[in-house]
């Protein structure tokens, strides 16, 4: 049974830094790219960051771009989300998920219907 199961979320004030984690199991975990998207209220999942198999090419939405760093292990089975200066924006539920596509084009990477798993999320709140 395939498990992401997120943590280190929490309240923040404006311009404060976070870091998330993911951990998986059940999975082959270098088989799979791993991205986190978030959700506010009453608002769409939207794409936060991905990173690939290897770690080695990572790609991120632009409202997030030179504050949010993805990465990942793959000897521990995790993958993280560095989120830095953050603001009130960024408040949202965050969630984890792995995709076993072995070719994917640069939209589909950003689309949430591409992943095959996901964690059941972890709040971030940034206060102003």
């Known amino acids: 049974q395939v498990h992401l199961v997120e943590s280190g979320g929490g309240l923040v004030q404006a311009g404060g830094s976070l870091r998330l984690s993911c951990a998986a199991s059940?999975?082959?975990?270098?088989?799979?790219?791993m991205a986190w998207f978030r959700q506010a209220p009453g608002k769409e999942r939207e794409f936060v960051a991905r990173?690939?198999?290897?770690?080695?090419?990572?790609i991120y939405a632009d409202s997030v771009k030179g504050r949010f760093t993805i990465s990942r292990d793959n000897a521990m089975h995790t993958v993280l989300l560095q989120m830095n200066s953050l603001k009130p924006e960024d408040t949202a539920v965050y969630y984890c998920?792995?995709?076993?596509?072995?070719?994917?084009?640069?939209?589909?990477?950003?689309?949430?219907?591409?992943?095959?798993?996901w964690g059941q999320g972890t709040q971030v709140t940034v206060s102003s």
């Open positions: 059940g999975i082959t975990f270098s088989d799979y790219s």
């Open positions: 990173v690939s198999r290897s770690g080695g090419y990572r």
């Open positions: 998920a792995a995709d076993k596509s072995t070719v994917v084009t640069a939209e589909l990477s950003t689309s949430w219907g591409t992943y095959d798993y």
